[in-house]
């Protein structure tokens, strides 16, 4: 291909980032995704599980394997949701909230370095158009059903 499709263009700068994660995540014996899991539960009030996986964009079943490896590390504890007897909340430990505060130093520090780097202008674009392509794949799904070979 001449030219780079958006699909390659949003799944390398992805990757380039993951990897960044991955690699910082590593440091400490971890994983982008419990980073990132840790960054999502409510550090003061605990998390109902059933609540985290839409919030992340993650199956149960995805999760449900980071939980557990969470809990064993010592990083969260489950109780039960004291409204529902149904819900458990995922709260975090003394570990799991200094864990939490390196995630979140992390994805902070490289949020900084990019507004560094990128003027205002350009990122409101970069987001709007991030927006619109969310948009695109998440409810219209037409151009499959269009293309003519």
């Known amino acids: 291909m001449k030219h780079k499709t958006i699909d390659h263009i949003l ?17 400490l014996d971890s994983t982008m995704a419990t ?16 609540a985290l996986g839409p919030k ?6 995805s999760l449900s394997r980071i939980l557990k490896s969470m809990e064993e590390r010592g990083l969260i504890t489950r109780k039960p949701h004291p409204e529902d007897g149904r819900s458990v909340l995922i709260c975090l430990t003394e570990f799991g909230q200094e864990m939490r505060e390196y995630s979140k130093d992390i994805v902070l520090g490289f949020d900084q370095m990019v507004r560094q780097k990128i003027s205002e202008a350009d990122l409101k674009i970069f987001s709007k158009v991030a927006e619109s392509i969310m948009d695109l794949a998440q409810n219209n799904n037409s151009f499959s059903r269009n293309k003519t070979f």
């Open 56 to 61: 992340m964009g993650m199956e149960a079943t």
């Open 35 to 50: 980073g990132f899991t840790l960054i999502s539960i409510d550090p003061e009030q605990g998390s109902p599980s059933t």
């Open 11 to 27: 799944r390398s700068v992805w990757m380039a980032v993951s990897k960044m994660y991955q690699e910082e995540a590593l440091k």
